[in-house]
C-alpha cells in the first residue's frame, strides 16, 4: 500500500519568514495529494490540494509543488503569521473513477510561528 | 458553509462495551468515510462507502467494526466490543465525488477504560 513520508516534524520560524514541509509518497498510481491544517483538539482543514496532471499550484500566501517523477512534494507558506501555527499534514490517495478517495497521510509537521 | 456534524464529540465507555458514533455527512455528497486519530499521530483511514455498502477497509477495520447508513441522513459507525486500543479521535468525512476533496466533521474523542 501506500506510504507517505513527511519532513521535518517540527518547524519553527520567525513571523514573516517562509515555511518549507516536505513529503514523499511510495505508490507512483497515487494521483491526488491534499494538505491538511490542524489546530489542537480540532479537524483537519483542507488548505490546498494538487492532482498529478499539475506541477504546482498556489493559493494566496500557500503553494503546493508536485515532482511526479522524484515522488514527492511540498507545502510553502509564504509570509507567516502566528496564526499559520499548527500541525499540517501531508496526504496522497490514488482516486478510481467511481471509487472513493482513500488518503494516506504522513506523520505530520509542527509548525510554531514566533513573534 | 456546509459541514460535516458528529455525535457526541466525548464518549467515554467500558472496555467491552458497544459504541455507535454518529455522523451526518455534508447532504450533496456520495462517499463517506472513517478515520481515526489516536493522540500525537497520524489520522489512518478505517473505511470509506459508497452506495449503500463498503467500498474500501483497512487492516484497522476488523470484524469488531461496522457502518451503516440508516437513513437519508446519518453515517454510523460501531464499535461492538470495546478495546484500550480503540481510544482516539474519530473522524467523519465525506466528499461529493471521486477523487474530490474531503471534508473532515470535528469529530469523536473516544476514551475506552
Known amino acids: 500500500g501506500e506510504n507517505v513520508e513527511q519532513h521535518p516534524s517540527t518547524l519553527s520560524v520567525q513571523e514573516g519568514d517562509s515555511a518549507v514541509i516536505k513529503c514523499t509518497y511510495s505508490d507512483s498510481a497515487s494521483n491526488y495529494f491534499p494538505w491538511y491544517k490542524q489546530e489542537l483538539g480540532k479537524r483537519p482543514q483542507l488548505i490546498i490540494d494538487?492532482?498529478?496532471?499539475?506541477g504546482e499550484k498556489k493559493d494566496q500566501r500557500i503553494a503546493v509543488t508536485l515532482n511526479k517523477t522524484a515522488k514527492h512534494f511540498s507545502l510553502h507558506i509564504t509570509e507567516t503569521q502566528p496564526e499559520d501555527s499548527a500541525v499540517y499534514f501531508c496526504a496522497a490517495s490514488h482516486f478510481l473513477t467511481g471509487g472513493g478517495n482513500k488518503l494516506t497521510f504522513g506523520t505530520g509537521t509542527q509548525l510554531k510561528v514566533e513573534l | 458553509e456546509p459541514e460535516v456534524t458528529q455525535t457526541p464529540s466525548h464518549q467515554v465507555t467500558q472496555m467491552g462495551q458497544e459504541v455507535i458514533l454518529r455522523c451526518v455527512p455534508i447532504?450533496?455528497?456520495?462517499?463517506f468515510y472513517w478515520y481515526r486519530q489516536i493522540l500525537g499521530q497520524k489520522v489512518e483511514f478505517l473505511v470509506s462507502?459508497?452506495?449503500?455498502?463498503?467500498?474500501?477497509k483497512s487492516e484497522i477495520f476488523d470484524d469488531q467494526f461496522s457502518v451503516e447508513r440508516p437513513d437519508g441522513s446519518n453515517f454510523t459507525l460501531k464499535i461492538r466490543s470495546t478495546k484500550l486500543e480503540d481510544s482516539a479521535m474519530y473522524f467523519c468525512?465525506?466528499?461529493?465525488?471521486?477523487?474530490?476533496?474531503?471534508?473532515f466533521g470535528s469529530g469523536t474523542q473516544l476514551s475506552v477504560l
Open positions: 468525512a465525506s466528499s461529493e465525488l471521486p477523487g474530490s476533496k474531503l471534508f
Open positions: 494538487i492532482r498529478s496532471n499539475v
Open positions: 462507502f459508497y452506495n449503500n455498502e463498503i467500498s474500501e
Open positions: 447532504s450533496n455528497h456520495l462517499y
